[in-house]
């Protein structure tokens, strides 16, 4: 974590990283912080991510990937970059996601639902201890949900308890074989 950083040296840092997806940056008025995703972390967003797509490919639901796609409004004194972001339905140039999806190994640092909010993010999933929680935008900020809003019929426990040690395509087998069931 820094503080006392500016707009202007929050671009600099990122133009110094370039179009590596590490360090993470993340910047809320004038606090800078960087973090550099672990293997565990990887994995656990990249599986989450797969298991989105396969729910929407199951459901004949149209989805756009951006993966960690840095936001950021200068007025706002914001940026960050999701581990995984989603656009829902046609659209040719999105001004933000419909969903981003945060993997929290650690505690502590930028409150990530401020910098979502003044973004205009409607709905943030944040993957913590096996579980996922909801949020949606609403006027006075964000509302946990018990449900996703954008996917309004997905299950996320069921989502989340797909998201076990092993493989990806293992965790695919199983999130497959839970929405069979489902149905």
Known sequence: ????VSWTDYQHIQSVRGEHSAPRITYLRGQLQLMSPSRTHESIKSILGR???VYCAEHGIEFSTYGSWTLGDEALERGVEPDECYVFGHVEQPARPDLAIEVVLTSGG????EVYRGLGVGEVWFWRRGEITAYVLREGGYAQVPRSEVLPSID???LASC???GTTSEAIRRYHAALTDEA
Not at 1 to 4: A, I, Q, Y
Not at 110 to 113: F, H, M, R, Y
């Open 156 to 158: 996320l426990g069921t």
């Open 51 to 53: 298991l989105v797509e």
């Open 1 to 4: 974590m820094l503080r006392g």
């Open 110 to 113: 930028i409150d990530k639902l």
């Open 163 to 165: 998201i076990t040690p």
